[in-house]
């Protein structure tokens, strides 16, 4: 059973920055494929940036490209998510979230990842 712990959300104004943090314990962390999804008021959750193991590969969600950054420590148990030139449309709970596999098409649907942790709320103020 992993357990995973965000932190690093906050209140930030537009075209600001913010670094989140995904901790993870009860696993060997570097076994699990680590992604990051968000879920803003009234909207359903979805995929932001996924990582390989190694931190290799990485995907995004075409509205954070060029923009966010996802990258791991394996030694730390830790995944991260570097959110530059932030937009008001960013705004939501943030959430991280752990598989031992996935498919090669399957890195966006969050039935793909077993664990979840409980968020942590980005606001981006215009």
């Known amino acids: 059973q992993v357990q995973l712990v965000e932190s690093g959300g906050g209140l930030v104004q537009a075209g600001g920055s913010l670094r989140l943090s995904c901790a993870a314990s009860?696993?060997?962390?570097?076994?699990?494929?680590m992604g990051w999804f968000r879920q803003a008021p009234g909207k359903e959750r979805e995929f932001v940036a996924g990582i390989s193991r190694s931190g290799a590969r990485t995907y995004y969600a075409d509205s954070v490209k060029g923009r966010f950054t996802i990258s791991r420590d394996n030694a730390k148990n830790t995944v991260y998510l570097q959110m530059n030139s932030l937009k008001p449309e960013d705004t939501a709970v943030y959430y991280c979230a752990a598989t031992g596999s996935v498919s090669s098409t399957g890195w966006a649907l969050l039935a793909e990842y077993d664990y979840w942790g409980q968020g942590t709320q980005v606001t981006v103020s215009s």
């Open positions: 009860g696993g060997t962390f570097s076994n699990y494929v």
